[in-house]
């Protein structure tokens, strides 16, 4: 071992359990990470510094104001670059004795197999469940660990899947919950030190599993509440009746919006400078799907209604059926899901229109000075 390395790596050389052998096992790894935000940041960042040999980034988003609370690998400097960028570029400043391959894509059923071809070990770092059942049935097939954690406003969960044969996400949880069912941390709000603890824990689990030091969390999940700093461990098993993953096939649970909508295909879309000018003659009923909380943090002008996707069923009666009518969230996810509501409730498709990219492409490209969050 090299000067600098054995310099670097002091404090693991002299741990009883882990020493050269573990740092040696370190430094020949390969580790992928998928999603370079709040739980890839304190990941990464402590994986490269304990010398992983190879980390690879996969990510397709760029670097915003509002992700600046929790995603500490990047900065003020970094935004509108590309996540995966700003990333090589801390990690190789914090450790340049490692490898980085980076690509600025999004995990999919076509290209999750070839993403994740060599490696021996996978971080969980994205934020929605479709994308965890296809990191799953990847890694089932080619039986890589991966590290799963997941962060809902104060709480954080922890577990090993995959590991040697172990229990996976698919036997945790069978079947995915209704699309929108669940918020994510930009609807529902989340610490910004939380997916820092549990991305620090998912870096630790990394160590012990390449190195094989301690018993890894796998069939247990760690349920951390840190508004009073208590946690439990859940045991859950194996279902030997599932049948395995051989081949990436299930899309409906890969599409991003949570669950495939029905009729997605024959769903309208508006962009937002179709909307404006539609807005300056005779606009159409502007219905708001987003939760409470976000309507006060901004709004499209002239907005009729705002009713949560997951309630439109009990306020038909407030939404007219004689008008065009636009439905928007923040992304344009969960307005599919209320169309699609819509649809099956007696409106016609064709006085549909899903706001295309939500209110962020308004913010984005009709009014700037718009919060983001």
């Given at each position: ?38 739980l890839g940041s304190s ?45 090589e570029e801390r990690l ?60 809902f406003r104060y709480e ?218």
């Amino acid at each position: 071992m090299s000067d600098d390395r054995e310099a670097r790596y002091a404090r693991h050389l002299m741990l009883p359990e882990f020493g050269r052998k573990g740092q040696a096992a370190l430094e020949e790894s390969n580790v992928a990470c998928i999603g370079a935000g709040g739980l890839g940041s304190s990941a990464l960042l402590y994986l490269a510094a304990a010398g992983i040999g190879t980390i690879r980034i996969i990510d397709d988003d760029d670097v915003e104001i509002s992700n600046l609370q929790r995603q500490v690998i990047h900065g003020t400097k970094d935004m509108g670059r590309k996540k995966v960028d700003s990333a090589e570029e801390r990690l190789m400043d914090v450790n340049p004795l490692i490898k980085v391959e980076k690509f600025a894509e999004r995990l999919d059923g076509q290209n999750a197999l070839e993403f994740l071809h060599g490696i021996d070990l996978v971080i969980d770092g994205t934020d929605n469940i479709p994308a965890r059942y296809l990191l799953n049935d990847a890694c089932e097939i080619l039986g890589i660990p991966w590290i799963y954690a997941s962060v809902f406003r104060y709480e954080g969960q922890l577990t090993v899947f995959n590991h040697q044969g172990s229990a996976n996400y698919r036997d945790l949880f069978p079947n995915p919950p209704p699309a929108g069912s669940i918020p994510s941390c930009s609807e529902a709000g989340v610490l910004g030190a939380l997916p820092g603890i549990m991305g620090t824990m998912q870096a630790m689990e990394a160590i012990k599993i390449i190195a094989n030091v301690g018993q890894p969390l796998s069939e247990r999940l760690m349920i951390l509440d840190t508004r009073n700093m208590t946690s439990k461990i859940l045991s859950y098993s194996k279902d030997k009746t599932r049948q395995l993953v051989t081949i990436l096939d299930r899309q409906d649970e890969y599409i991003d919006s949570g669950c495939e909508v029905q009729g997605e295909s024959d769903m309208q879309s508006m962009t937002v400078i179709n909307l404006h000018e539609r807005m300056e003659g005779e606009a159409p009923f502007l219905l708001d799907v987003r939760r409470a909380n976000e309507e006060v943090i901004c709004s499209i002008p002239g907005t009729d209604l705002r009713v949560e996707h997951t309630q439109i069923l009990e306020n038909l009666d407030s939404i007219p059926k004689d008008r065009d009518i636009v439905v928007y969230c923040r992304s344009g996810i969960r307005s599919m899901s209320a169309i699609a509501a819509l649809a099956t409730n007696g409106w016609k498709l064709e006085q549909l229109w899903n706001l295309d990219g939500g209110i962020l492409a308004w913010s984005k490209e009709i009014d700037p000075s718009m919060p983001r969050y």
